[in-house]
């Protein structure tokens, strides 16, 4: 049976929004299924054993306007926790009715964007969401680097700047909210995770995401907390992608539709579930996942830190792996834009249109060219 980690590097690889052959036969007795929540949408996707895209759905996301009286100089995006979550378990729910009577649903996963978090307290009420493109805790994250040097924190997490992760957004919440209440710091795949099975705990890969982890350590970073005084027990225990979370609790199951018991096993970050996905696991192999943006992945044995810092180290979801990441910039975005602009609208048919447009063209025809999107790629330039 593949991990729970290439059932979710799938789903980020090849999601539709329709249903999926399972590839010449109709009977799929035994699949697994995956929650994927994106920066854009959220989907589910099931497959069966040989990896082949049975049913699928997805729905938007929307983001509502962060802002405060108080803080009238302020901007995020906040994310609503009830709605985030009814999309997905929409689509869960959509795949598991398109799926045989007789097929069996071995395992859920889940992967999300990264960056994305919820701050939970213990009864598992949601205090905070974010998704990736919250930044309105620019201010704190530019303080932090008053306790901790750019190059260190850098050189101990392998991300940059600082203001656009977790980290920042805690001590936002700390300063302006009553961070006492702050039980649990939850990766979104880490909070979809425990919505289905009621544990809580955080996948590698995207801990890596939250400025918190030390990432060659491969465990949260005591440094960056003693540094901060955050306390150590709002993060979770860490898990490898694949393990065995858990069980779909009777509440998951009456939101999703699936079976009460079915196993949870740990997802992780989009980017790197779709580089398993697409094969790209082994030191040396480079992969570009296309999104909201085109992250750009080379996998290293060891992890590599860019003296410069101009890119990213993150972990893998293949243990004994780490990744080195640039990006391409705002590719998805650009296209959903280009679709909102052309169509005024950005569901199936409008990528169909558009598609059927674009297969009667050649590259550079009647000398139009995109330089909407995509960049040279640098942290320095953040």
Request: proline content about 7%; charged content about 20%; hydrophobic content about 45%.
């Amino acid at each position: 049976m593949p991990s729970s980690a290439t059932c979710a590097a799938s789903a980020r690889a090849g999601s539709r929004t329709r249903p999926c052959s399972s590839g010449g036969s109709d009977h799929v007795p035994d699949v697994l299924v995956t929650l994927d929540a994106g920066t854009g949408s959220g989907r589910s996707v099931a497959f069966d054993l040989a990896g082949r895209q049975v049913a699928s759905a997805q729905e938007p996301f929307r983001y509502t306007i962060f802002s405060d009286p108080s803080l009238p100089f302020l901007r995020g995006f906040d994310l609503d926790p009830e709605a985030f979550w009814g999309a997905l378990a929409r689509c869960a729910r959509a795949v598991v009715a398109r799926l045989p009577a007789d097929a069996r649903i071995l395992g859920v996963a889940a992967t999300s964007q990264r960056e994305g978090c919820v701050f939970v307290d213990r009864a598992g009420e949601v205090l905070y969401a974010g998704p990736n493109l919250d930044a309105r805790a620019a201010a704190e994250g530019m303080e932090l680097l008053e306790r901790i040097p750019a190059e260190r924190l850098h050189a101990l997490t392998g991300h940059a700047p600082p203001y656009i992760f977790p980290l920042a957004r805690y001590l936002w919440f700390r300063k302006h909210r009553d961070a006492r209440r702050v039980a649990t710091l939850l990766m979104l795949n880490d909070w979809i995770t425990y919505l289905l099975s009621g544990e809580r705990l955080a996948e590698h890969s995207n801990a890596g995401e939250s400025m918190l982890y030390d990432v060659s350590r491969r465990t949260w970073s005591e440094e960056i907390l003693g540094a901060l005084d955050i306390p150590a027990h709002i993060l979770p225990p860490l898990a490898a992608a694949g393990a065995r979370a858990g069980s779909v609790t009777a509440a998951a199951a009456a939101a999703t539709g699936l079976p009460e018991g079915t196993p949870v096993f740990v997802g992780g970050a989009d980017t790197e579930c779709a580089l398993l996905g697409s094969g790209v696991h082994e030191p040396g192999e480079t992969g570009a996942v296309l999104g909201t943006t085109t992250p750009v992945q080379m996998v290293t044995a060891a992890p590599v830190i860019d003296p410069a810092g101009r890119l990213w180290t993150s972990c893998h979801v293949v243990p004994d792996r780490w990744v080195l990441e640039s990006n391409a910039g705002d590719t998805g975005g650009a296209y959903r834009w280009l679709l909102e602009l052309v169509y005024g609208a950005t569901d199936a048919g409008a990528y169909a249109a558009a598609e059927a447009a674009i297969a009667g063209a050649s590259p550079g025809e009647r000398q139009i060219f995109c330089h909407l999107g995509p960049v040279i790629f640098s942290l320095a330039d953040m």
